[in-house]
């Protein structure tokens, strides 16, 4: 059966989801199983049979004959339909057979011929889709049962095809004439007929079997309950494909919304430093969501409460040279008295590229330089939101390289990255603000010991020796070229 694409879309199909024009693509596929359950209650509510029961083996034996006949090179095999209906078309012959063929006729002569110029008048309208012409058509049969439906309809089918076919023979032996159509159209009308005939016998077939053992219905309830576990897979794996959409585009909202707030938050004044630190180290909520160095032991965010904070944020990739400068520095600086009298709490973040697997390889890198790190971590990559990572990205510009962000107790932002500082001065330039780095350059002399802090007094005396013997190598040449200005 055809149906019409824009009368049915129109009918049938679901109301407009704004997620995806894909996504509107697949709807409309999917929920092509509950579209067909809109169709099969349109069907069933032209179904209002008057109990009359019509033995209709006669007249489809007789359309079977016609359709056999008008078909270009017999294209309708007598050996492909059932044994039964051959056997029907032999005793065609009978008396008793064409006497109950006439009466017939002579009884479904109206109806038949009602539904064959019903056929003809709306197949050569255009503004009348197929799907209306078939119910209009099984309104006409409304009061027989299913296989007088089929059996009369194909009668005026027949009917119609059979003077079409005449047409055509007089055509084709008119030299004259324009062909009407060419030939492969007319083997895959033929091809199409003949299944409709199968189908006919088929449902003629259902019928013929014995009520009371229940067979029919039991072979009804199969192919019901067969269609109903394909509808719900079909629905399931849309449903499925859906809520994975719907959860990616919250995510896309959410991580949107925080990356718009993020800046907004370090413009607010706060009591402490507990809400931003909360958002930057622990979006799932763990209860613990540090790790301590120098204890081993995982701890909560109520350690950093009021302190001063330094964010080293990194990948896994970090060196390992630069991870040892920093310890030392780390150590100096908690040399003189407890963690409680440090200036400063240090604590790594680890960003991991959320497209990227988290392997059991990365996850035992990430273990190792955790160990390794005498100050906070983070206890898991996972704790850091992906919306948070790109957030990073978009206020500190952290790339690959690693940062150093400064936050003072209450959370405000005093250095977006003070790692410079902290390699040339130390803990000496706490607290990593740009007032504190010009300071430091005031104050310091552009000497050798700012380059070669803490070198052995004998090495800096070679070097200084040696610079001072080849700058007076060069004073020869320096000259000359001066007196030549």
Same mark, same amino acid.
């Given at each position: 059966m055809e149906r019409s694409t824009s009368n049915y879309t129109n009918q049938t199909s679901p109301s407009p989801n704004p997620v995806t024009t894909t996504t509107r693509r697949e709807s409309n596929s999917i929920f092509s199983a509950s579209d067909d359950n809109v169709i099969m209650k349109q069907v069933v509510d032209t179904h209002h049979?008057?109990?009359?029961?019509?033995?209709?083996?006669?007249?489809?034996?007789?359309?079977?004959?016609?359709?056999?006949?008008?078909?270009?090179?017999?294209?309708?095999?007598?050996?492909?339909?059932?044994?039964?209906?051959?056997?029907?078309?032999?005793?065609?012959?009978?008396?008793?057979r064409q006497n109950n063929l006439v009466l017939m006729l002579n009884v479904f002569s109206h109806t038949i011929d009602k539904l064959a110029r019903e056929m003809s008048f709306k197949t050569l309208s255009t503004a009348v889709d197929p799907h209306t012409r078939v119910i209009s058509l099984l309104h006409t049969v409304g009061n027989y049962d299913w296989d007088a439906k089929m059996a009369l309809i194909l009668a005026a089918f027949a009917l119609n095809y059979g003077e079409f076919r005449v047409l055509a023979q007089i055509y084709s032996s008119n030299q004259l004439a324009i062909p009407l159509e060419p030939k492969s159209r007319f083997g895959a009308l033929n091809r199409l007929i003949h299944l409709?005939?199968? *189908?006919? /016998?088929?449902? %003629?077939?259902?019928?013929?079997?014995? &009520? @009371?053992?229940?067979? $029919?219905?039991?072979?009804?309830?199969?192919w019901e309950a067969y269609t109903l576990v394909l509808?719900?897979?079909?629905?399931?794996?849309?449903?499925r494909k859906q809520l994975e959409e719907c959860r990616r585009l919250i995510e896309e909202r959410k991580e949107m919304e925080v990356r718009n707030s993020f800046n907004q938050l370090f413009d607010t004044v706060h009591i402490d430093n507990m809400k931003i630190l909360k958002i930057l180290l622990n979006s799932r909520d763990d209860p613990l969501p540090l790790f301590d160095g120098s204890t081993?032991?995982?701890?909560?965010?109520?350690?950093?409460?009021?302190?001063?904070?330094?964010?080293?944020?990194?990948g896994l990739g970090i060196s390992r040279d630069e991870?040892?400068? *920093?310890? /030392?520095?780390? %150590?100096?600086?908690?040399?003189?008295? &407890? @963690?409680?009298?440090? $200036?400063?709490?240090?604590?790594?973040?680890?960003?991991?590229?959320?497209?990227?697997?988290?392997?059991?390889?990365?996850?035992?890198?990430?273990?190792?330089?955790?160990?390794?790190?005498?100050?906070?971590?983070?206890?898991?990559p996972s704790n850091i939101d992906n919306a948070i990572k790109k957030s990073i990205g978009d206020r500190w510009h952290f790339r690959s390289k690693p940062i150093l962000v400064v936050l003072d107790p209450q959370g405000r932002e005093l250095s977006p990255n003070a790692l410079h500082m902290m390699w040339i001065w130390g803990s000496t330039a706490?607290?990593?603000?740009?007032?504190r780095e010009e300071a430091l350059w005031r104050d310091e002399t552009w000497r050798l010991e700012l380059l070669v802090g803490g070198m052995d007094p004998t090495i800096l005396m070679w070097i200084t020796l040696t610079g001072f013997a080849n700058l007076r190598s060069l004073q020869g040449p320096w000259q000359l070229l001066h007196a030549s200005h």
């Open positions: 049979p008057d109990g009359t029961d019509i033995g209709v083996d006669p007249l489809v034996n007789m359309v079977e004959e016609i359709l056999r006949r008008a078909s270009i090179n017999a294209t309708i095999d007598k050996d492909s339909t059932s044994a039964l209906a051959h056997a029907d078309i032999a005793k065609m012959e009978a008396k008793s409709v005939l199968e *189908l006919t /016998q088929c449902i %003629i077939q259902f019928k013929k079997l014995p &009520s @009371r053992y229940g067979m $029919l219905s039991s072979a009804t309830e199969s509808k719900i897979n079909h629905l399931l794996e849309f449903l081993n032991r995982r701890v909560s965010l109520e350690v950093l409460r009021r302190r001063n904070v330094l964010l080293l944020i990194s991870l040892s400068i *920093l310890e /030392q520095i780390y %150590i100096e600086s908690r040399i003189q008295g &407890s @963690r409680i009298d440090a $200036l400063y709490d240090l604590v790594w973040l680890p960003i991991v590229d959320p497209y990227d697997e988290y392997t059991d390889a990365l996850d035992r890198q990430f273990e190792d330089l955790k160990h390794s790190m005498p100050w906070y971590s983070v206890d898991h706490f607290p990593f603000t740009i007032a």
